[in-house]
């Protein structure tokens, strides 16, 4: 898929706006500071030869994450260390914002939700010229991305297989497109970060204990990358959390708590639910039914 800005914005998928009808404004409402708004894309889908296949409409949001954690209370236990969260436990007001490896999603639901990984790695790098081209390309159980970055730069990601190396990754996208090729050839290996495609399955039954925990972000609902939603998904959630607080007060903290899962819990499930989506779309090893799929996408 190739990203082409234009100047409308996208008529759907958008997400929750702020008080001056802007995703800016609900961002900087819930105090994410400085904010960088790419509004309205849409993005082409590309085959490895060039042709392109369809498009789809698209939005991204980027900015920091928010983190807060009540007064005197908090998560015991080695929960930044995967594997070793089955020994936390909660005490006090927490709000769980610790990541895919919740520990506090762990104390609260022990394993009967956990991080799945999905067969796939993706690898990221930023290549330091300009492409002046920049999209996704899907290809047979891989894709390959390319985004601005910055005047003189340009970021990029390839999804493939697990296990494959960075030599493996060049072999892999040998013959594509220009400039994929000369990206992977003219970047170094040593600045390449790779990531193992994960996310949390099951979904979680509720986003919180009723009482005086509740998750947000990658611990309540940790998606894929595909649709870059995973960050905007927590900043929605710390919005709608901060409002339901801040209308019941301390003593209906726990209908606070209920109301903000009735709000976000189902809306945050099915974007990760889209975003895994895309995934397999993306990485399809028998691509001949997405291709004919992605051609009848309205251009
Ligand atoms: C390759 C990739 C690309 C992505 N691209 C995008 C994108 O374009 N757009 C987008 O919106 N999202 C994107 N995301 C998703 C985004 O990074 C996450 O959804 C987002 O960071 C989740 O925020 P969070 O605050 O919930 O969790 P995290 O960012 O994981 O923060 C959790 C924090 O809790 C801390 N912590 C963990 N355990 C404990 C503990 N026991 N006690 C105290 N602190 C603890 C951690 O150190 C960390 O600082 C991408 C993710 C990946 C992997």
Redesign the pocket.
Same mark, same amino acid.
């Given at each position: 898929m190739r990203r082409a800005r234009r100047r409308r914005p996208s008529p759907v998928r958008r997400p929750r706006r702020g008080r001056d009808g802007s995703s800016r404004g609900l961002l900087v409402q819930v105090g994410a500071g400085t904010v960088q708004h790419v509004p309205g894309e849409r993005v082409q889908i590309v085959q490895p030869c060039g042709g392109q296949r369809g498009r789809r409409p698209g939005e991204?949001?980027?900015e920091r994450?928010?983190?807060r954690?009540g007064e005197g209370a @908090?998560?015991r /236990?080695?929960?930044?260390q995967p594997g070793r969260?089955q020994q936390?436990s909660v005490r006090g007001e927490v709000v769980g914002?610790? /990541?895919?490896?919740?520990?506090?999603r762990t104390a609260l639901f022990g394993s009967r939700s956990g991080v799945r990984t999905l067969g796939t790695t993706?690898w990221?790098g930023i290549a330091d010229f300009e492409t002046g081209v920049h999209g996704e390309t899907w290809g047979d159980g891989r894709f390959f991305g390319i985004t601005p970055v910055e005047p003189g730069r340009t970021n990029w990601?390839a999804t493939v297989p697990a296990g494959t190396t960075a030599d493996g990754l060049r072999a892999a996208f040998d013959g594509w497109h220009d400039p994929i090729p000369r990206i992977l050839a003219e970047t170094d290996p040593a600045g390449w970060?790779r990531?193992e495609m994960r996310h949390l399955h099951p979904a979680l039954p509720s986003c919180t204990d009723g009482r005086r925990t509740v998750l947000? @972000?990658?611990?309540?609902h940790?998606?894929t990358?595909n649709?870059?939603?995973?960050?905007?998904?927590?900043l929605l959630?710390a919005e709608a959390l901060g409002r339901a607080v801040a209308a019941r007060g301390r003593a209906g903290l726990p209908a606070a708590l209920r109301a903000y899962d009735r709000e976000r819990r189902r809306s945050a499930q099915r974007v990760a639910f889209g975003s895994r989506t895309l995934h397999r779309f993306g990485s399809a090893r028998r691509p001949a039914l997405r291709d004919a799929l992605v051609g009848l996408l309205p251009g």
């Amino acid at each position: 898929m190739r990203r082409a800005r234009r100047r409308r914005p996208s008529p759907v998928r958008r997400p929750r706006r702020g008080r001056d009808g802007s995703s800016r404004g609900l961002l900087v409402q819930v105090g994410a500071g400085t904010v960088q708004h790419v509004p309205g894309e849409r993005v082409q889908i590309v085959q490895p030869c060039g042709g392109q296949r369809g498009r789809r409409p698209g939005e991204e949001v980027s900015e920091r994450a928010v983190q807060r954690e009540g007064e005197g209370a @908090g998560v015991r /236990g080695p929960g930044r260390q995967p594997g070793r969260a089955q020994q936390a436990s909660v005490r006090g007001e927490v709000v769980g914002a610790d /990541g895919i490896h919740s520990a506090v999603r762990t104390a609260l639901f022990g394993s009967r939700s956990g991080v799945r990984t999905l067969g796939t790695t993706v690898w990221i790098g930023i290549a330091d010229f300009e492409t002046g081209v920049h999209g996704e390309t899907w290809g047979d159980g891989r894709f390959f991305g390319i985004t601005p970055v910055e005047p003189g730069r340009t970021n990029w990601y390839a999804t493939v297989p697990a296990g494959t190396t960075a030599d493996g990754l060049r072999a892999a996208f040998d013959g594509w497109h220009d400039p994929i090729p000369r990206i992977l050839a003219e970047t170094d290996p040593a600045g390449w970060i790779r990531y193992e495609m994960r996310h949390l399955h099951p979904a979680l039954p509720s986003c919180t204990d009723g009482r005086r925990t509740v998750l947000v @972000g990658d611990a309540a609902h940790a998606m894929t990358p595909n649709l870059g939603q995973g960050a905007c998904t927590a900043l929605l959630d710390a919005e709608a959390l901060g409002r339901a607080v801040a209308a019941r007060g301390r003593a209906g903290l726990p209908a606070a708590l209920r109301a903000y899962d009735r709000e976000r819990r189902r809306s945050a499930q099915r974007v990760a639910f889209g975003s895994r989506t895309l995934h397999r779309f993306g990485s399809a090893r028998r691509p001949a039914l997405r291709d004919a799929l992605v051609g009848l996408l309205p251009g």
